[in-house]
Nanobody, 119 residues
Framework: QVQLEESGGGLVQPGGSLRLSCVAS????????MGWYRQAPGKERELVAT???????NYGDSVKGRFTISGDNAKNMVYLQMNSLKPEDTAVYYC?????????????WGQGTQVTVSS
């Protein structure tokens, strides 16, 4: 069984920065895609950024130019550097991974970490 664990959320002022981290743990798997989604109160979950094992990245329109996704394949980790944060970035941020196991490929989600942007 694969588990995802996020860290790094918190309260930050507008214009500030935060860095989120996520680690995938378990055994006998390979990561195809890893990244971040977010969900604000009353809104649907939306793409923040993803990164594939081949190095391709994809960003949601609202975070392009402000957020950067990176990863450490050897450690099964993904990071999200968030700069120039805005109040509208306030949401629960979920780590996501598409993982190939011994018998199947499946999507996994972390528990989520709260990011609040407020003065």
């Amino acid at each position: 069984q694969v588990q995802l664990e996020e860290s790094g959320g918190g309260l930050v002022q507008p214009g500030g920065s935060l860095r989120l981290s996520c680690v995938a743990s378990g055994s006998g798997f390979s990561i195809r895609t890893m990244g971040w989604y977010r969900q604000a109160p009353g809104k649907e979950r939306e793409l923040v950024a993803t990164s594939t094992s081949g190095g391709s990245t994809n960003y949601g329109d609202s975070v392009k130019g402000r957020f950067t996704i990176s990863g450490d394949n050897a450690k099964n980790m993904v990071y999200l550097q968030m700069n120039s944060l805005k109040p509208e970035d306030t949401a629960v941020y979920y780590c996501y991974a598409r993982i190939r196991g011994m018998f199947r490929t499946a999507d996994y989600w972390g528990q989520g970490t709260q990011v609040t942007v407020s003065s």
